[in-house]
């Protein structure tokens, strides 16, 4: 028997995709956050008060007044909150950070929002963001003003994120090398590659590789080609075949014995799996 870990997909009753919106958690009657899930859109969860865990892909973050945690597009997620926590979550389409990217040439957002982060603020650096929040909620119904909210949003939780970090003592180096992963991952190249290209060795390479992620780099390589089959699977335009040879897989058996020993769960099985909606 599959063990199916839903996928919620980001699209309106009309079935079209969308650019963002706002759930606030209380009125999410059509699944249950508590069990593990994914979803088709980058989420930003917002506890203006909380207490509780919330595990996010294999790691376990205490929830925090005043914290705000991001979730990459199709990453698992649960969030194990006490009846006290209040707080909402601002979700967005991976087309929308693609569009955000075509009128800012400095910021490379894809690379900013491809990874979990946390950020646990003080709570008058928190009510800095309050306007916004208010302003989501007041112009949801509006589409334009409220896209436009959106991306000022990103772009001050950005610059706070680089003022309070909290999860890297070392963002300058985490956002290189996962530049080059994300521009190079296909191609599955070594160690050595990516050392040539920072100018250190590949000693030096793996050492801040494990003092960064706790992981290697074929593992955060591994990870970007594993997240990458899901979205695609997920979205049901290709067949199995034709995603392995995108991912530059020599087969589909190839893909797929890669796939299912990186999830547990081979590529047919989870594209089945993979087939509810979350509507606006």
Request: glycine fraction near 2%.
């Given at each position: ?94 087309a929308f950070i693609n569009q955000l990217q075509k009128f800012e040439n400095k910021i490379n957002y894809s ?19 309050d306007f916004y929040f208010e302003e989501l909620f007041k112009s949801k119904d509006d589409k334009s003003y ?65 003092e960064c992620f706790g992981k290697t780099l074929a593992q955060i390589q591994n990870d970007k080609i594993i ?54």
């Amino acid at each position: 028997m599959i063990n199916r870990i839903p996928t919620y997909n980001f699209k309106s009753n009309k079935g079209e995709e969308i650019f963002a919106n706002l759930f606030v958690w209380d009125n999410i009657g059509n699944y249950n956050f508590e069990e593990p899930h994914s979803h088709s859109f980058n989420e930003i969860f917002i506890f203006k008060k909380g207490n509780g865990k919330h595990i996010m892909s294999d790691s376990i973050y205490d929830i925090k007044d005043f914290s705000i945690h991001f979730l990459p597009s199709y990453y698992t997620h649960q969030m194990n909150r006490t009846d006290d926590t209040s707080g909402f979550t601002i979700a967005f389409s991976d087309a929308f950070i693609n569009q955000l990217q075509k009128f800012e040439n400095k910021i490379n957002y894809s690379n900013y929002f491809s990874k979990i982060f946390i950020l646990n603020l003080e709570k008058d650096i928190f009510s800095e963001f309050d306007f916004y929040f208010e302003e989501l909620f007041k112009s949801k119904d509006d589409k334009s003003y409220f896209l436009n909210l959106i991306s000022l949003f990103l772009l001050k939780l950005i610059k706070a994120s680089e003022l309070f970090p909290s999860e890297s003592k070392n963002l300058n180096f985490e956002n290189q090398i996962l530049k080059l992963v994300n521009n190079n991952y296909k191609q599955k190249p070594k160690l050595d590659f990516y050392a040539k290209i920072m100018n250190i060795s590949a000693t030096t390479l793996n050492r801040r590789m494990n003092e960064c992620f706790g992981k290697t780099l074929a593992q955060i390589q591994n990870d970007k080609i594993i997240q990458e089959a899901k979205h695609r699977l997920a979205e049901n335009c290709l067949s199995i075949k034709q995603i392995a040879f995108s991912l530059q897989f020599n087969n589909e058996g190839h893909f797929s014995v890669f796939f299912k020993q990186n999830t547990g769960i081979c590529p047919r099985d989870f594209k089945k799996s993979r087939n509810i909606n979350v509507n606006d």
